[in-house]
């Protein structure tokens, strides 16, 4: 089988182009070349950038493939541009949408794919979700042969996942629990949530490389184990080695009080639980089992991070908003009980 995957050197994708290569794909890699350190062995790669159009073009003149992942589309305009570029030229497109674009909040608390998706709080997800909607539109319209997977929060080596957190320096997270530094839990911490760890996503993934039967459907990949946030920190501080410190706090006040668009991704997915219905995902992908444990993913996580020291780096902004919320949150509960 001949894939193509736009990316493939990303955190979830990285796995999965792993995973195929080790399988006998004969995966193509399209890229800028800028993360050569994560390319398989085994994976050629053809550089260039898919955002330029006729460059694109060119760099893949010649090439058919039974299989088109595009791991960097992230808006209508991002997957018109491969609809143009690869119709009659592969035998499944496959879109990586989001779990982020369910329902919020939800009205059954189980997801399947059947979950309407609408979400008014984030735009990333509604971009997603208008991605989809064009892709099936077309698919109706001409054949084109769209398949839909939806990710939701998957981790892997380069990540310490957590809610309130920073994604550019994720090692912040770690340090602030090993010097006794509070950390933000949104609510109570009693909302589930799941984690998937890369190398189990990447198992349900290749099992639908060219299976005739998601062509026209959309089909999520997560862990069945979900979670508290509460259990999350826990195993996030034992990794660690301390126990986190945590102050709790409503979503809105989390808001309301660090800079705009901090919150868009709490407030539009992780402050909803979200336990996902795998049943379709494993009617497609017989052995599709996830067998990384959270509590044993993030020990993995700060190990790899250990034996990395120059990607330990600190993000002292993300620190002094952090120490800015609680100390307001601390000052307002004050306030609240002297007049209650």
Known sequence: ?????????????EAVSKLAVRRGIELYLFNRGERSEHVPHGAQVIQGDIRDSAGAAEALKGHEFDVVVDWIAFTPQHVQLDIELFAGKTKQYIFI????????PLKHYRITEETPLANPYWQYSRDKIACEQLLLEVHRNSGFPVTIVRPSHTYGNTAIPAALTSWQHPWSLIERIRKGQPLVI??????????????????????LLGHPDTIGEAVHITSDESLSWNQIYAAIGE??????????????????????????????????????DNSKLKRLVPDYEAVV???????QSVLWFENHPQLRTADPAWSAMLDALISKHGVDAKLLSYYV
């Open 97 to 104: 949408s989001s779990a982020s674009a369910y329902q919020k």
């Open 293 to 299: 444990p959270f509590a044993e993913g993030i020990k």
């Open 186 to 207: 949104h609510g109570d911490g009693t909302s589930l949530w799941t984690l998937t760890h890369n190398t189990d996503f990447a198992k349900g993934f290749v099992g």
């Open 239 to 276: 990794a660690a080695g301390r126990e986190p410190k945590v102050v709790h706090m409503s979503t809105d006040f989390i808001a309301a009080h660090t800079p705009a668009g901090t919150a868009d991704g709490l407030i539009g997915d992780q402050a909803v639980s979200a336990v996902f």
């Open 1 to 13: 089988m001949k894939v193509l995957f736009i990316g493939g050197t990303g955190l979830i994708s």
